[in-house]
């Protein structure tokens, strides 16, 4: 597609459950990211992907947090037992590459914004 | 450890100049680069400083200052469409490390 598309835009769940957050990026792009925003606040990195490989989880903030990526291509970050603290809008970019140099600007997607009650 | 400080928020009048500072701490320091995110919508690239000095696109201009960790961004004519949420980043390494943000006003 023309851009980096996400889904869906919007989750309600019940804390507990699991939730799966897709990421789809721009075609041909080598690079994919994951970040969370609090309403009003900055944006934290959670994971990378360069490939199908993640070379730095350091930002999941806890093992309920889980990222893949296949073919290169689409991501599923995943969130098991969700907690209220959880809420927040999931935010997806990527990049011909890693960052670096004014060639690796980050496409952001429109975000999932999920609500645990 | 790695740290971006930059204003909470900004108000200014239309046609107006403002500029927004950003000061940082980091290893592995690649270049700064800025984001404007209007209210609901996703971050946007508004540019990139790789080496000391000024990088001008249209009524946006970006300083970045090696040797004293900072940067800024500087907006010219403001318009009201200005009015958003605009961040500092900096590439460190393999990702890039966002600051808190700016939340500019701009008033009729």
């Known amino acids: 597609g023309a851009g980096v598309s996400q889904s869906p835009s919007n989750k309600v769940t019940e804390k507990g459950k699991d939730v799966e957050l897709r990421c789809d990026p721009i075609?041909?792009?080598?690079?994919l990211y994951w970040y969370r925003q609090s309403l009003g606040q900055g944006l934290e990195f959670l994971i990378y992907f360069q490939g199908n490989s993640a070379p730095d989880k350091s930002g999941l903030p806890s093992d309920r947090f889980s990222a893949e990526r296949t073919g290169g291509s689409v991501s599923t970050l995943t969130i098991q037992r969700t907690q209220q603290e959880d809420s927040a809008v999931y935010l997806c970019a990527s990049s011909l590459r890693l960052a670096g140099g004014p060639w690796e600007t980050q496409y952001f997607g429109p975000g999932t914004r999920l609500l645990v009650l | 450890g790695q740290s971006l400080e930059q204003p909470s928020e900004v108000t200014a009048v239309e046609g107006a100049i403002v500029q927004i500072n950003c000061t940082y701490q980091t290893s592995g320091f690649y270049g700064l680069s800025w984001y404007q995110q209007h209210d609901g919508g996703a971050p946007t690239f508004l540019s990139y400083?790789?080496?000391?000095g000024l990088e001008e696109t249209g009524r946006f201009s970006s300083f970045l200052s090696r040797s004293d960790s900072y940067g800024y961004l500087l907006l010219q004519e403001l318009q009201m469409k200005d009015s958003a949420s605009y961040f500092c980043?900096?590439?460190?390494?393999?990702?890039?490390?966002f600051g808190t943000g700016t939340r500019l006003q701009v008033f009729p």
């Open positions: 980043a900096v590439s460190s390494g393999d990702k890039l490390i």
């Open positions: 400083n790789g080496l000391d």
């Open positions: 075609s041909g792009h080598t690079a």
